[in-house]
């Protein structure tokens, strides 16, 4: 992987994480067209440089993150990641194959983008219009609206829990909100977890040369996530996700395309 292939990859991952457009679609098919070749670093640089996104959340919403007089908040993200870790353990084998089948990936792009075109139209009451109004129960049935994005890998993990929590009577902003604050401890755990398995595997993987790939492209990634953020919540707020749903269909139709033409 060259450092420009490292810097395109790190602006898709930071635009990509936090909308609900699938990162995993759009990392999964940026590869081939810049020419990135699977390998044990590639596949691990995808997943560990999520740990820049994280890094954009708690900075944006250090309060909140650093307020310990608060203890309920760092209860309420456990309970929710609980579901994605289990089942992540559970079904790591269809998880795996998921993410290697680009079709797969391509038709759920494309299913999530129909369903979003529907979703502002069924949650039109919202009556919790802030985090601390969150139970751990209704933490918890957000943390298994995520495990879908990890079954059908390409249906974004933003846009089931935001879902998951507007059906649960939040707000859109604070639906939004609440995924970001779930992506810390969801990605930290994928990452800390995926370095790992690599490491174990491939000592030789982390030198100096790819180091140097992952904190530049680390830095590329925060600055752009965080551009996300604040962007993001103002969207949603004013115009839903059937703009998003749209964009999912005709690039999911664009990447179904090109794999039938053997571009991909």
Excluded at 223 to 230: D, G, N, P, T
Excluded at 237 to 252: C, E, S
Aim: charged content about 15%; glycine content about 6%; proline content about 3%.
């Amino acid at each position: 992987m060259t450092i420009i292939q490292a810097i395109i990859l790190a602006v898709v991952e930071g635009l990509t994480e936090f909308l609900p457009v699938s990162s995993t679609a759009h990392m999964k098919f940026t590869n081939p067209v810049i020419g990135v070749v699977s390998t044990p670093f590639s596949d691990m640089f995808e997943i560990v440089i999520q740990l820049a996104a994280i890094l954009a959340v708690v900075v944006i919403y250090y309060k909140k993150f650093f307020d310990f007089s608060r203890i309920s908040f760092y209860v309420k993200l456990i309970v929710a990641v609980i579901p994605a870790l289990v089942f992540g353990v559970l079904l790591k084998k269809h998880i795996d194959s998921a993410l290697g089948n680009l079709y797969f990936i391509a038709a759920v792009m494309i299913g999530g983008g129909i369903l979003f075109l529907f979703v502002d139209n069924w949650f039109t009451k919202p009556t919790i219009d802030d985090e601390q109004k969150v139970t751990n129960g209704i933490a918890f049935r957000i943390g298994c609206f995520q495990v879908l994005s990890i079954l059908l890998p390409g249906l974004s993990r933003s846009a089931t829990t935001i879902i998951g929590g507007m059906s649960q009577s939040l707000s859109r902003k604070a639906a939004a909100e609440f995924s970001f604050f779930l992506a810390v401890p969801t990605m930290l755990a994928a990452s800390v977890k995926t370095f790992w398995d690599v490491h174990k595997e491939h000592p030789d993987v982390i030198n100096r040369e790819n180091a140097t790939l992952l904190g530049l492209s680390s830095i590329v990634t925060f600055f752009v996530a965080i551009l996300v953020i604040r962007f993001f919540i103002g969207f949603l707020k004013k115009y839903g996700f059937k703009p998003w749903g749209y964009y999912r269909i005709i690039v999911g139709l664009v990447m179904l395309f090109l794999l039938w033409r053997g571009i991909l």
